[in-house]
């Protein structure tokens, strides 16, 4: 597998043709950022950031092969019931091209939001692979 992360926050149509470009030049795969915010950069990050699962719905529909995914999500500011439930409509929109990555955030991702606490964060992450797995798991019952 070969692949690539698009980062062009603030162009979603440039977003969009970037992916299709990659997926034209051979990549196997690409990941879009998954940030609520980072730290404005008049060079490297001019623009705030976009949901990546919106952006990467627009992607799932104009591609063919392309495996899409977040460039990693975290699970602090999403819940991961409803992080699975984002992938698994992504995966039967794409025809099983979506994959997930989980990791337990970055406190640049949180500094604004005062009331959300960045602690314990190794901890969340478990906690949300386990609900993760038993959700996957599940029966109707």
């Known amino acids: 597998m070969f692949g690539c992360q698009i980062n062009s926050f603030g162009d979603v149509e440039g977003t969009v043709r970037a992916c299709i470009l990659a997926e034209r030049s051979g990549f196997d795969l690409i990941t879009l950022p998954d940030h609520l915010f ?4 008049e060079v490297f990050l001019p623009k705030p950031a ?5 952006i990467l719905s627009a992607v799932a529909s104009k591609s063919k092969k392309l495996k899409i995914g977040p460039g990693v999500s975290d699970v602090i500011r ?6 699975l439930n984002q992938v698994v409509t992504l995966d039967h929109l794409s025809k099983g091209r979506a994959f997930l990555t989980l990791g337990a955030g970055e406190v640049f991702n949180f500094y604004p939001l005062k ?16 609900l993760i797995r038993l959700l996957l798991s599940s029966t109707r019952e």
């Open 38 to 41: 980072h730290p404005l950069d």
């Open 50 to 54: 976009w949901d990546s699962y919106i």
């Open 115 to 130: 009331d959300v606490k960045f602690n314990r964060p190794v901890q969340r992450l478990e906690e949300a692979l386990r």
């Open 78 to 83: 999403r819940h991961p019931a409803s992080i």
